[in-house]
């Protein structure tokens, strides 16, 4: 653990935008992928606090509310459990927080979610050669061998969108929409 330092998770707030998009471009950099990385504090505000908010976050902060790390998470939805569960979309704890119990502190954080709401499961992806994979068995995580992820993304996305309707351009009008929407 890093020595004294106390530690604190809450939900994000929008002044804790700017650090947070700092921190997810920190952790493109972590991960050899900088230039993929686009997100603005414009996006992610919208995004966490926007009219329909589809993305949560929580932020580690310091004694002096100074945030650490964070998680940024939505909802998914499984047929075969019959209820909701949390999608980890990114952890990061920043170096000089690494150690404290920052991760384990806003992985709790999200289990608590889970239990307190009747989730049955919280589920994340990680690039494979991720020293993490030591702390996540180690919380009781286990990866899914069987399950290889797909992703469909740029010309691919545009393409096969263009299909929907029977061929007519795709819009978003012919999606369903939610009751609420």
């Known amino acids: 653990m890093t020595a004294g330092l106390t530690l604190t998770v809450r939900p994000a707030r929008p002044e804790d935008v700017p650090a947070v998009v700092a921190m997810v471009h920190e952790l493109a950099e972590y991960e050899r992928a900088p230039d993929q990385c686009h997100l603005s504090a414009e996006q992610l505000a919208a995004a966490l606090f926007g009219p329909a908010p589809a993305l949560f976050g929580h932020v580690a902060v310091d004694d002096a509310d100074r945030p650490l790390g964070f998680a940024l998470w939505f909802l998914n939805f499984s047929t ?11 952890l990061y704890v920043r170096p000089e927080a690494r150690g404290s119990g920052a991760g384990r502190l806003l992985l709790a954080t999200l ?3 889970c239990v307190e709401r009747g989730y049955r499961r919280l589920d994340w992806s990680m690039i494979d050669w991720n020293p993490a994979a ?6 009781g995580a286990a990866p899914l061998a069987q399950w290889v992820p797909y992703r469909l993304a740029g010309p691919a996305l545009h393409a096969l969108a263009a299909q929907a309707d029977g061929g ?8 369903p929409q939610h009751p609420s929407a």
């Open 168 to 175: 007519a351009p795709a819009t978003t009008g012919g999606a």
């Open 80 to 90: 075969w459990a019959g209820t909701h569960g949390i999608y980890l979309e990114d």
């Open 111 to 113: 289990a608590a979610i």
């Open 134 to 139: 030591r702390f996540y068995a180690a919380v």
